[in-house]
């Protein structure tokens, strides 16, 4: 059961550090086996940023994601270079309010579609749009079960600087709980 994730969007959205959570909390806590590749532009901040994560209960042969089974768009550029390259009955997950996805688009690639306001769920309930990526692990998370719920937390927890736990916890669980 091998399984590709993409997550892309801007860097400074931690599109990278979304990826080595999830790579993290599948190999450390969940017992799987993960990879975890990133690419950004050289403008870093606000160029391109993308982090693929290859996740399965069997040995991984080649650490790369070929075609993912998920594609996460946080940006509307990310989804113009990403959202034809993805698995037939693939899930696609954007950020409602800064990715429009065309009429047409579920029917033409045989996906389900996702919309949820992870940078307005970020601000509004939390209070900090910076943790828009971790709401965006937690309705990744339930949608998927690709790994449990407290796998998630734990990597979360050890990812994230110090003081600031409590505040991704709960920007998790909006995430989670939206779907």
């Excluded at 599948?26 to 901040?45: C, L």
């Excluded at 990715?99 to 996906?111: D, F, Q």
Aim: proline share 4%; net charge neutral; with cysteine.
């Amino acid at each position: 059961m091998r399984k590709e994730f993409r997550i892309s969007g801007f860097g400074g959205q931690g599109i990278v550090l979304s990826g080595v959570i999830l790579g993290r909390s599948a190999a450390i806590y969940d017992n799987k086996n993960a990879v975890q590749t990133q690419s950004y532009g050289p403008e870093a901040r606000g160029g391109a940023s993308r982090s693929e994560v290859v996740i399965s209960e069997d040995i991984i042969d080649f650490p790369k994601v070929i075609k993912p089974d998920v594609l996460v768009c946080m940006s509307q550029p990310a989804f113009d270079s990403y959202g034809g390259d993805i698995k037939d009955q693939g899930v696609v997950i954007v950020d409602r309010d800064l990715v429009t996805v065309p009429e047409g688009y579920k029917e033409k690639y045989n996906v389900k579609v996702y919309e949820i306001p992870f940078t307005e769920i970020a601000y509004k309930e939390i209070g900090l749009k910076i943790v828009a990526n971790i709401v965006m692990l937690g309705s990744l998370t339930k949608i998927t079960n690709i790994v449990s719920k407290e796998a998630m937390e734990k990597a979360i927890l050890d990812s994230v600087p110090k003081g600031t736990g409590e505040k991704n916890i709960l920007a998790f669980e909006k995430g989670y709980n939206y779907i």
